[in-house]
């Protein structure tokens, strides 16, 4: 499990969680904002990067049944893979919660280990990879996840502390 703080406008309000084993891909993000209490769990089966099944929150997993190019949006990490240094790579997003095919995105590498998002042209995502494994997640305005070495340090100074 690698676990991440969660951020918006600099300050920590949560962590983030993800984990990728066993052709499983988990992640799952707890904040608070306004003084409420939000967790946000996925799930996604795959087989040699090719999803098979998803969940959201507490739903039974799904049969992913989609074309080659079409991915969970929680499934960014099976996808980054396939920018290269340079390049880009196209494909359609599934949104999970609604069970609907979304918009066509693209994955931009920016160089030196960063993959930005793209939606009609608008920056919705940005990672930073190093050594191959996401060190932050940039989840679209001030809102980002930085890697942290454990789960006491991505909780620190937060309410699961």
Known sequence: MRYYTFEIDGQKVGYYEESNENGILSS???LVMHGEMYENPFGIMHTNGR???YRYGNSD???FKEQVD????SALPLILPRVNEGEEYEYTQF???QGMIGKRAILKSEGEGVV???VEGTLMRRVVIREGVIVEYGWGGSAKSVLCESRTEAIKG???E
């Open 51 to 53: 999803v098979t099944a």
């Open 116 to 118: 930005s998002e793209y």
């Open 28 to 30: 799952n993000a707890r």
């Open 158 to 160: 937060t309410r699961w």
């Open 95 to 97: 949104i999970e919660g």
């Open 70 to 73: 079409v991915y969970p949006t």
């Open 61 to 63: 997993w799904i049969e």
